[in-house]
């Protein structure tokens, strides 16, 4: 069995659609259908047709993922999709032969049908050279190294993983791919945050983080919280609208939807017009379904979106959180070349 990283859109543009229709899938709208492809050298020459402005090392990255998609990736193998809309992984298994659908929305046109096992796991579930590997900036990749097939399997299995034993291995192919430093830098953040703001340190993190924004907070003190970890409104005194609710969960595992419900229910005992449910493990696809219809009343902040946040209002926090979580902010340049048109 082979592992099979396929990303949808450089900004996740695609993952819902993937996701909802039981597909991998890939940008490349400007390709034909790729069915009578034989070789690697006739695709090789349909894209030098079709860019023709592309350098040569470009083509040949082209084709590598290409090929990858259309002809390596075998029934039964391992999908994983690295979701950029929330800080979840999802991963399925491939069902199908490739297939041309051009009646799908832009960028779904080239496309493998995958069985999702799972659409929701926290990104902390994996070691870090795993998020490593999966911090390629292509659009598909194998993921091979360091006992992969049998870490993500036990994950799937709902166990830890395992790590990667004493055959861990960097070499400089896993340089080259992994250049997306904004998402490895995103995944050490995390990773910080989670050893040092467990349980009632978090709801902590997250009040400050509002009154970066101009909130006035109470966190309520660690122990039965009633419901509520941390009020919040505007105004000198936290008097003024919007009042806010907020129910934060520093638990590994994404939660389900009765606790989104537990909180709309302490919004009305405390008379907040708006609430916000922070779970550091992401949220099941029930949740994220029945905040879409409370969009006026509820956010979610999962683990991705809180270091968001951070990342935003960083200056603004207490120096003394900032000693505990000491950062620093730098630019870097991103090659054009490693920028694939299939995200």
Known sequence: MAIWMVRAGKNGEREEFALENNLALVGWDELPDL??????DDLKALMVATFPEAKPSMVWNYVGQVWAFRDSIQAGDLVILPLKTRSAIAIGTAKGPYEYRPDNPEGAHHTREVHWIRKDIPRASFGQDILYSLGAFRTVC???RNRAEERIQAVLQGKSDPGPGTEH???SEDVELAIDVEGYAGDQIRSEIAQKFRGHELARLVAALLETEGYQTRVSPPGPDGG???IAGRGPMGFDPPRLCVQVKSSDQPIDVH???ELQGTMKNFGAEQGLLVAWGGFK???????RQRFFEVRLWDA????????EQYDKLPKDLQAELPLKRIWILVPDEQAGTGG
Do not use: C, F, H, Y
């Open 228 to 230: 509520v970890d941390i």
């Open 142 to 144: 194998q993921i091979q």
């Open 259 to 261: 606790v989104l419900r």
């Open 35 to 40: 069915s009578p492809i034989v070789s690697r």
């Open 285 to 291: 696809q029930t949740v994220l379904n029945e905040a």
């Open 304 to 311: 991705g979106d809180l270091v968001e946040v951070l990342s």
């Open 169 to 171: 291995v960097v070499d």
